[in-house]
């Protein structure tokens, strides 16, 4: 009799097999996952129209795209709904937007492949994609803007789209949960969004519960960028690290901070997303709190020929730190040229080219994902620990505040994998002691 964990171990090591092999993706199915066992993803980018191809729905091409997705033995995705085909009005929900989300399901139930559904989208890929009926726009009836964090009309609105999409999806097998929004601190900083922090951590932390109310016991985040951990600004990182049932972490080079002081392949690039894990677990009240590293990827920043040893260095050292709940690459394909409009960066980023056929890149994350759901985390004591003020960060600054990471990096530099621990903790010895931290060093001013 086989047991679960040599059923997966054989699926994990057949599926990798079959991509170094070079064969076709196109059929496969996603592995099984274990509880506890680290997540390999992909935030879903469709190869035909993008996500315009909600207007212009192709259920075949659909489908090929998550049977390449699966043949690299990933076991789930992040999808968009652009908000305003979603919500075209205030008071209206798109019943044609939300019959082709279900058909996505059913095309990712074949395959195996669970869905985060992340559904404010004014923003992606650097693009705006707010819903005419919101801020900027001033409501003539109110004479104010409909901020999508204090109108309360607009929260009301928000809430009837997660309801109406929970009462399609929330029972499908595949929905793993919501993620609220897309990176939303971007619109945090446009003129009729401007928020305080107290503002920006209610709205959260309604919204979040909201999603538990509609849709109960699933997996519900908050898809923030980077510009909260490196700045105090916008959603505060307390809220962050303990709202939603994990910690988000968005990790590019390229955006965070990174190429403005360091080249590709030094260690402030190849530990960046460790950092920001650490980072985030310093915050958390819950030592148990898991991390998802929700998008990392490169573009050209990156050499070709180092792209699949980065991604393996940095993939490593993301799961030294033993915190991580899941890593899902940005992004499944490349965007087809045909579909302009977009900066000349987004159009490469794919583990799957225009063909669905995997990247070296593709292949390579594929090996990790196979290995590490056989070994599980290659955790890394962390006895050493940089204390650092609970706040004190620029606020929204570019490039962002690297006060804290350039004292984390040096630390790398000298050997030492440390953890984070904030001032107001410093001094709490069982705190300490549970996290295995049994020497301090304090930040240098």
Not at 85 to 110: C, M, N, R, W
Not at 216 to 230: E, L, M
Not at 330 to 349: C, N, Q, R
């Amino acid at each position: 009799m086989v047991s679960r964990r040599s059923f997966v171990k054989n699926s994990m090591l057949t599926s990798a097999a079959v991509l170094l092999d070079g064969a076709s993706v196109i059929g496969a199915a996603a592995p099984a996952v274990e509880a506890g066992v680290p997540r390999f993803g992909v935030n879903y980018v469709p190869r035909k129209r993008w996500w315009y191809c909600w207007l212009d729905w192709d259920q075949q091409a659909i489908e090929e795209d998550l049977s390449g997705i699966a043949g690299l033995g990933l076991d789930h995705i992040r999808m968009q709904c652009l908000w305003p085909y979603f919500q075209p009005g205030i008071g209206t929900v798109s019943e044609q937007a939300l019959a082709h989300l279900h058909q996505l399901l059913d095309a990712a139930d074949k395959v195996g492949l669970d869905v985060e559904v992340t559904v404010l989208n004014g923003w992606m890929s650097g693009l705006s994609f707010m819903p005419p009926w919101v801020a900027p726009l001033v409501d003539p009836w109110h004479g104010k803007a409909g901020n999508i964090f204090t109108d309360p009309n607009v929260i009301e609105a928000e809430k009837l789209l997660f309801r109406r999409i929970a009462e399609t999806v929330g029972g499908h097998r595949r929905f793993l949960g919501f993620d609220i929004g897309n990176e939303l601190g971007v619109l945090q900083g446009t003129n009729g969004n401007r928020v305080t922090t107290a503002e920006a951590d209610a709205w959260a932390t309604e919204m979040l519960g909201y999603c538990d109310q509609v849709a109960p016991g699933k997996f519900h985040v908050n898809g923030i960028d980077h510009v909260h951990w490196f700045n105090d600004y916008g959603f505060s990182r307390e809220e962050i690290a303990t709202t939603g049932h994990a910690s988000v972490v968005h990790s590019y080079i390229l955006f965070d901070g990174v190429l403005q002081r360091a080249r590709y392949n030094d260690p402030a690039a190849l530990h960046l997303a460790e950092y920001e894990i650490e980072l985030a677990s310093a915050y958390a009240t819950d030592l148990n709190r898991k991390v998802w590293v929700e998008e990392t990827g490169f573009g050209n920043e990156v050499p070709d020929s180092y792209k699949p040893e980065f991604m393996e260095q940095s993939v490593r050292n993301m799961m030294s730190t033993g915190k991580v709940w899941g890593v899902t690459w940005w992004g499944s394909h490349d965007i087809d040229p045909a579909v302009k409009g977009f900066d000349p960066l987004e159009y490469t980023l794919g583990l799957l080219d225009l063909s669905n056929k995997p990247k070296p890149q593709g292949r390579k994350f594929a090996e990790l994902a196979a290995e590490f759901r056989q070994t599980g985390q290659a955790t890394e004591a962390r006895k050493t620990a940089l204390v650092i003020p609970d706040h004190g960060l620029s606020t929204n600054s570019w490039p962002p505040d690297w006060k804290f990471a350039t004292a984390y990096m040096k630390l790398i530099e000298r050997g030492v994998r440390p953890a984070i621990v904030l001032e107001s903790r410093a001094k709490e010895a069982d705190y300490l002691k549970a996290r295995g931290i049994s020497e301090l060093i304090a930040l240098k001013a």
